[in-house]
């Protein structure tokens, strides 16, 4: 698979999100996973949701989806969330990760945003990936009194997978150390 294909099934992943969000109010999240020419996506129950906001709860989801996309074989993956997005401003850039950013940061970011160090908007982000590429992207949007949302700003970011780290890599060197967590699979 291409990094042109990827990023069009990305793409068209943000344009779902946004027409669930026009239609319905909300867009769940949504897991894609590629094999034998096809993408199948994967049932992400209403009831779930609540797991996407517990660390544990999400390295232990995603091992299973790493498992499962060892198992099947699989040689294209896309997460898809709807989610709030903060960005740091030059104000936080001076306190970021000191003891005093890690403690707000972990009681949730409001108090991050009320300090004036991050600002706070709502987002798409998609996470795509083959064996050999990862693609980030960050699509912020803002809802409109109409039930319309308006696609603001946005960031796509490549990796080599081999560069690639956190609870969401899927391919290549997958120890612990890479997925940020012990819950991870271990390799």
Not at 117 to 140: C, G, M
């Amino acid at each position: 698979m291409t990094r042109a294909e990827i990023e069009h099934e990305a793409n068209g992943l943000i344009a779902v999100a946004k027409a669930s969000v026009e239609l319905q109010g909300d867009f769940r999240t949504t897991m894609l996973l590629h094999t034998k020419g096809v993408w199948h996506r994967l049932p992400f129950p209403e009831e779930c949701e609540v797991l996407m906001n517990n660390g544990k709860a999400k390295d232990m989801l995603f091992g299973a989806v790493r498992a499962l996309v060892q198992e099947k074989g699989a040689d294209g993956v896309i997460f898809g969330t709807d989610t709030w997005h903060s960005e740091t401003t030059p104000e936080g850039a001076k306190h970021y990760d000191t003891p005093e950013w890690r403690r707000l940061h972990d009681t949730g970011f409001v108090k991050l945003v009320q300090r004036g160090w991050v600002t706070r908007n709502e987002a798409f982000v998609v996470t795509a990936q083959t064996p050999q590429d990862a693609l980030i992207i960050t699509q912020k949007y803002q809802r409109l009194g109409s039930g319309m949302i308006q696609l603001l700003d946005h960031k796509r970011a490549w990796f080599d997978q081999k560069d690639f780290g956190g609870r969401q890599k899927m391919f290549g060197d997958l120890k612990w150390e890479n997925l940020g967590s012990e819950a991870a699979t271990k390799a």
